[in-house]
């Protein structure tokens, strides 16, 4: 077993390559499974363009995720990943994107790159690694602000200190 690290400097550009010749295919088959799994997600009625702006989160999503994989890939950091959820997550938050919300779109995103660009046998537990990082860090992050809204938790609903 090759560790996550290790992986990520040696076929980490090569994969991000191969990812990016298929990033509309990945890209769209996410924003479908987004507007099927959650048709209200970024819907606000009392918007003037709440159709527009909700077909455009559907759309950006999963290309804005493609980037940073991209970078994560590319850079071999994780911490790419960690600095924009923890930047974005508050923001999200206005828009009543949940925790649910992120996991699913990150679990489809992958599942979506293993299908349309295939993993050679020995890169599919790193990837599957890397996968589960990132899940494991937007939950730590999201879970932070649950526990904050609950009374749980030392910051506040946007994650500042109280």
């Not at 040696?10 to 191969?18: E, H, I, K, N, P």
């Not at 990945?26 to 009625?45: G, M, N, Q, S």
């Not at 911490?79 to 828009?95: A, D, F, K, M, N």
């Not at 349309?116 to 990837?127: C, E, I, N, V």
């Amino acid at each position: 077993m090759v560790p996550l690290d290790e992986w990520l400097a040696v076929r980490g550009d090569q994969y991000a390559t191969l990812l990016d010749m298929q990033r509309e295919h990945i890209c769209r088959t996410v924003t479908e499974r987004l507007k099927h799994a959650f048709p209200t997600l970024c819907y606000d009625p009392s918007r003037p363009d709440a159709t527009e702006f909700q077909q455009m989160v559907y759309e950006r999503t999963p290309h804005r995720f493609h980037r940073l994989i991209q970078v994560v890939l590319r850079l071999q950091s994780i911490s790419v990943i960690e600095r924009e959820y923890r930047w974005g997550w508050p923001v999200l938050q206005r828009y009543r994107v949940e925790q649910v919300h992120l996991i699913s779109h990150i679990r489809w995103y992958f599942e979506a790159a293993r299908k349309f660009a295939p993993l050679a046998r020995s890169d599919r537990r790193p990837f599957a690694q890397l996968e589960a990082r990132i899940i494991q860090i937007v939950q730590s992050i999201t879970q932070t602000t649950i526990d904050a809204i609950s009374g749980n938790g030392l910051q506040g609903s946007l994650g500042f200190a109280t």
